[in-house]
């Protein structure tokens, strides 16, 4: 995935069948993509806001599976396809409706995210009339816009109320997170940095792949072992050489075990976390609901080994069930696996309870949500010390941010610091840590202290014992 924030492609690659079909890739202007794509699903009839919305959401989708390098990083050659079970539905050679293309050429350089994430949100969609979907209907717009809905409430009413639209993104030539040339033993720079600590990271889940020590951009003997192992665990030319095969690969399994790359990978945040109980929730439910609710049991089962975890994919399903009887028996409720009011309330109490169990302070390998207010220049608490304490661990890593004090104190150098971290990763250098460059700094604070947690002979030339 690149690094930085999301830029407009001049051009995308569309491969006209699905995924692993001898099909046709054509080139073409990403604006042109846009208005083909959405003279093909909605009408020029519509009301303005509906055509906007929908023109949005098609501009997201398309911008998720490029920012993420959805199917690059598995190997093809193209970044979408024009089949509707899989994309977004595109006719070559067709017409665009005059005021379709008009309005696209106003927003094309725009995106929905949600508040506090960097990649476009991956802005599922279908007609809501002979297919269903948990994201927006395509008709349901119309209804909305016909009562006078502007385009950010209707796209509010579907994906939630933390989302921004990204206005003016920069135009930008096509690129690929891929290195010019293969990296190689002796090679040293910012790509074999990256390669460092997402081998790591992976290594958490693949511990037969060495631990990498230090992450110091340079490709030296250890990292060429880490390649090589990645290499033989997946079916790769065990060469310790990284070239485009390689390095997707290790893109895909990286976005595979941060859950980034698929339907929701923005997560949930904490702006939708809502204590409202939705409606009785069983095996077969789908929505926002049942997401909440797996991010809850996901978050309890964490602290509480008897709970057993769940995926966070909006279905309810029968791991989902096994997770809600798990915490129904362990709190001594009726084991039914449905999840009526009563146990909707027990689960978000026993959440908010190890929310406000853990105190605001430097832990190693947690990461603490943010803290609902921004921190800038004059604050002084508790959040200011985690701040300073994970600038600090980064700072070892990525030498350009500056060492800080842990004082709890948000000061010059607590502020220099900051924007040293916004400017390295693509974030407004402003030098406060709203909710965009905590989590931010949060995440690559994870990546770096997930990636250097051992197990015994993890790094090579030295045992580690088990603690």
């Known amino acids: 995935m690149p690094t930085g924030l999301p830029t407009i492609p001049e051009t995308i690659t569309v491969h006209l069948g699905p995924p692993g079909s001898d099909a046709q890739n054509i080139t073409v202007p990403f604006v042109d993509y846009i208005k083909n794509v959405a003279s093909s699903e909605i009408y020029p009839t519509w009301p303005e806001s509906a055509i906007?919305?929908?023109?949005?959401?098609?501009?997201?989708?398309?911008?998720?599976?490029?920012?993420?390098?959805?199917?690059?990083?598995?190997?093809?050659?193209?970044?979408?396809?024009?089949?509707?079970?899989?994309?977004?539905?595109?006719?070559?050679?067709?017409?665009?409706?005059?005021?379709?293309?008009?309005?696209?050429?106003?927003?094309?350089?725009?995106?929905?995210?949600?508040?506090?994430?960097?990649?476009?949100?991956?802005?599922?969609?279908?007609?809501?009339?002979?297919?269903?979907?948990?994201?927006?209907?395509?008709?349901?717009?119309?209804?909305?816009?016909?009562?006078?809905?502007?385009?950010?409430?209707?796209?509010?009413?579907?994906?939630?109320?933390n989302i921004d639209i990204v206005t003016d993104v920069p135009l930008t030539a096509p690129d690929t997170?891929?290195?010019?040339?293969?990296?190689?033993?002796?090679?040293?720079?910012?790509?074999?940095?990256?390669?460092?600590?997402?081998?790591?990271?992976?290594?958490?889940?693949?511990?037969?792949?060495?631990?990498i020590s230090p992450v110091d951009g340079y490709f030296g003997g250890e990292t060429e072992e880490a390649v090589r192992e990645y290499q033989r665990i997946f079916n790769l030319t065990p060469d310790g050489v990284v070239g485009r095969a390689t390095w997707y690969s290790i893109l895909r399994i990286y976005n595979s075990v941060k859950k980034i790359a698929e339907l929701n990978s923005e997560g949930i945040t904490l702006e939708e976390v809502s204590r409202q109980f939705p409606e009785v929730l069983q095996q077969g439910s789908e929505g926002t609901g049942v997401r909440l609710l797996q991010y809850f049991l996901s978050y309890i089962a964490a602290f509480v080994p008897t709970v057993q975890p769940t995926g966070?994919?909006?279905?309810?399903?029968?791991?989902?069930?096994?997770?809600v009887r798990s915490f129904q028996q362990n709190y001594s409720l009726p084991v039914t696996g449905i999840v009526d009011e009563a146990t909707w309330y027990a689960i978000y109490n026993a959440y908010q309870g190890l929310i406000a169990s853990i105190p605001p302070q430097f832990m190693e390998g947690t990461t603490v949500p943010y803290p609902g207010f921004a921190l800038r220049v004059g604050t002084e608490n508790e959040y200011v010390t985690v701040?300073?304490?994970?600038?600090?661990?980064?700072?070892?890593?990525?030498?350009?941010?500056?060492?800080?004090?842990?004082?709890?104190?948000?000061?010059?150098?607590?502020?220099?610091?900051?924007?040293?971290?916004?400017?390295?990763?693509?974030?407004?250098?402003d030098g406060v840590a709203d909710v965009e460059t905590w989590n931010a700094i949060a995440e690559v604070y994870e990546d770096l202290y997930s990636g250097s947690t051992t197990t015994p002979g993890q790094y090579p030339g030295y045992t580690i014992t088990a603690e």
């Not at 949005?56 to 998720?64: G, K, P, T, V």
């Not at 079970?85 to 995106?111: A, M």
């Not at 009562?147 to 509010?156: D, T, V």
């Not at 891929?178 to 511990?207: C, E, F, H, T, W």
């Open 312 to 323: 966070i994919d909006g279905f309810f399903g029968p791991a989902t069930t096994q997770s």
């Open 52 to 161: 906007r919305a929908n023109i949005y959401a098609q501009i997201s989708f398309a911008l998720n599976r490029i920012y993420t390098e959805y199917y690059r990083s598995r190997g093809y050659d193209f970044d979408i396809t024009n089949t509707t079970q899989n994309d977004q539905y595109f006719v070559p050679g067709r017409d665009y409706f005059e005021n379709i293309s008009r309005i696209v050429d106003e927003i094309f350089d725009s995106y929905i995210r949600r508040q506090g994430v960097v990649e476009p949100l991956f802005a599922q969609y279908c007609d809501g009339v002979q297919t269903q979907c948990p994201g927006l209907s395509q008709w349901g717009t119309v209804t909305l816009a016909e009562q006078g809905q502007i385009p950010y409430e209707i796209l509010q009413h579907y994906y939630g109320d």
């Open 387 to 429: 701040l300073q304490e994970y600038l600090n661990y980064i700072g070892k890593t990525y030498t350009q941010i500056p060492y800080v004090p842990v004082t709890g104190y948000f000061g010059a150098l607590t502020y220099n610091a900051v924007s040293a971290f916004q400017r390295l990763f693509g974030l407004e250098e």
């Open 177 to 211: 997170s891929v290195p010019s040339v293969p990296l190689r033993l002796g090679m040293a720079g910012d790509d074999v940095r990256v390669l460092q600590i997402r081998l790591n990271r992976i290594s958490k889940n693949y511990p037969a792949i060495p631990k």
